[in-house]
T-cell receptor, first 114, second 113 residues
Framework: DAGVIQSPRHEVTEMGQEVTLRCKPI?????LFWYRQTMMRGLELLIYFNNNVPIDDSGMPEDRFSAKMPNASFSTLKIQPSEPRDSAVYFCASSITSGGDEQFFGPGTRLTVL | TQLLEQSPQFLSIQEGENLTVYCNSS?????LQWYRQEPGEGPVLLVT?????EVKKLKRLTFQFGDARKDSSLHITAAQPGDTGLYLC?????????????FGKGTKLSVKP
């Protein structure tokens, strides 16, 4: 298996633009997680899905952020409009179960909003 | 709100030295994981500890879960440059019908040759 795949690896955009981050989880994993990592706040959970259904989105910072999982092999995280404070590395992870199971992380998308 | 505090935040040592990093919380966790993250990559799981007082060894790395399941430590013997990276602890606590991992901010380790 290729592992969790994320695209793009790097994204530079201007304030106000829409940004879409993409993730393909490991086949057979029922859980998908979106995280944001910054020096100040560390690794923060934004939202997670179970069998394509959003379970907990309490970490989504505000309405500018939205996430979808239309099928078991694809998820998106969208920021509209983007702001400089959204600059961070965004990780997608997947796991077989949720109960403290190992999470497999993708390589991340480094987002810079100018 | 459950929090995991990791210390030290940064650690720079010479090859061959021993070191210990800590992960502390006021909350009890059902299990605790340690991940290592290298620059430009996502975190990778090293170990999961479940039982209070549990000790696990992974080559030169020794992990311990506190008796009360509120804290954990990672000890590295004879550190090597390949150990360089960000070490993250993550606690899991069953909450209702679902749960998720709470991550600490990490200890950034640099091992100089």
């Amino acid at each position: 298996d290729a592992g969790v795949i994320q695209s793009p690896r790097h994204e530079v955009t201007e304030m106000g633009q829409e940004v879409t981050l993409r993730c393909k989880p490991i086949s057979g994993h029922d859980y998908l997680f979106w995280y944001r990592q910054t020096m100040m706040r560390g690794l923060e959970l934004l939202i997670y899905f179970n069998n394509n259904v959003p379970i907990d989105d309490s970490g989504m910072p505000e309405d500018r952020f939205s996430a979808k999982m239309p099928n078991a092999s694809f998820s998106t995280l969208k920021i509209q409009p983007s702001e400089p404070r959204d600059s961070a590395v965004y990780f997608c992870a997947s796991s077989i179960t949720s109960g403290g199971d190992e999470q497999f992380f993708g390589p991340g998308t480094r987002l810079t909003v100018l | 709100t459950q929090l995991l505090e990791q210390s030290p935040q940064f650690l720079s040592i010479q090859e061959g030295e021993n070191l210990t990093v800590y992960c502390n919380s006021s909350s009890v966790f059902s299990s605790l994981q340690w991940y290592r993250q290298e620059p430009g990559e996502g975190p990778v799981l090293l170990v999961t500890v479940v039982t209070g007082g549990e000790v696990k060894k992974l080559k030169r790395l020794t992990f311990q879960f506190g008796d009360a399941r509120k804290d954990s430590s990672l000890h590295i013997t004879a550190a090597q440059p390949g150990d360089t990276g960000l070490y993250l602890c993550a606690g899991w606590n069953y909450g209702g019908s679902q749960g998720n991992l709470i991550f600490g901010k990490g200890t950034k380790l640099s091992v100089k040759p």
